[in-house]
């Protein structure tokens, strides 16, 4: 299960999260940055990522177009990175159970 994370999220993520979902990457070192959604979407489609994002846009494009790929969607996001991996770690079988369940394009996932 991989986790492909969006420009409007740090980097650091990735890597802070290995142990969990080991294949994850941002879109920095996967060479996307600054290009538009839909060039994200379709890397991800194509590659078998799932997408977090702090951006609308996203949550748009799933509930749109459907799956793949999968959005997770960080709403309201404006909190430090440390509180999304904590909020990625407490949600962490939540988060596989929405990966395994071919019904469903997104997941919302948000600060208390």
Known sequence: MK??????????????????FPESTHVFSVGLARVPDTEIWRYARTNG???VSADADFYELATTQGPPPKVIWLRGCDYPTSV????????????????????????ILKSR
Do not use: G, H, Y
């Not at 986790?3 to 969990?20: G, H, K, P, T």
């Open 3 to 20: 986790l492909l994370f969006d420009e409007n999220l740090s980097f650091r993520l990735s890597r802070r999260i290995q142990d969990l």
């Open 84 to 107: 999304v991996e904590e909020i990625l770690r407490t949600q962490s079988i939540r988060i596989v159970d929405f990966l395994n369940d071919e019904d469903r394009s997104v997941l």
């Open 49 to 51: 990522f799932a997408i």
